[in-house]
């Protein structure tokens, strides 16, 4: 069992940045791909980023997203991260960290076997 929490979330201006945290519980995080998924009102939910659990060092973002997110993840401290640079109103909605049983994240959501509760993002113009 995996318990993810999100935070870093808030209200920031078109051109600002934030970071998204999510703390994992459990011994296992190093072994779990993780992803960044969001979803806006009226909106289905969508893939942001994903990471490997190896290293790491694999990868992937969304089009929309691609060049102004970086994701990360610090398996000494069962971290994920979120750098967002250069948001924008487009960017605003809800962010879901989701851990996934497998070497390589996924972008779908079905494929992910824990969820946080969310964090807002709001980017006002």
């Known amino acids: 069992q995996v318990q993810l929490v999100e935070s870093g979330g808030g209200l920031v201006q078109a051109g600002g940045s934030l970071r998204l945290s999510c703390a994992a519980s459990?011994?296992?995080?190093?072994?779990?791909?993780m992803g960044w998924f969001r979803q806006a009102p009226g909106k289905e939910r969508e893939s942001v980023a994903g990471?490997?659990?190896?290293?790491?060092?694999?990868?992937g973002y969304s089009d929309s997203v691609k060049g102004r997110f970086t994701i990360s993840r610090d398996n000494s401290k069962n971290t994920v991260y979120l750098q967002m640079h250069n948001l924008n109103t487009e960017d605003t909605a809800v962010y879901y960290c989701a851990a996934r049983r497998a070497t390589y994240y996924s972008r779908n959501p079905r494929e992910y076997d824990y969820w946080g509760q969310g964090t807002q993002v709001t980017v006002s113009s």
């Open positions: 990471i490997s659990w190896s290293g790491g060092t694999t990868t």
């Open positions: 459990g011994r296992t995080f190093s072994s779990y791909a």
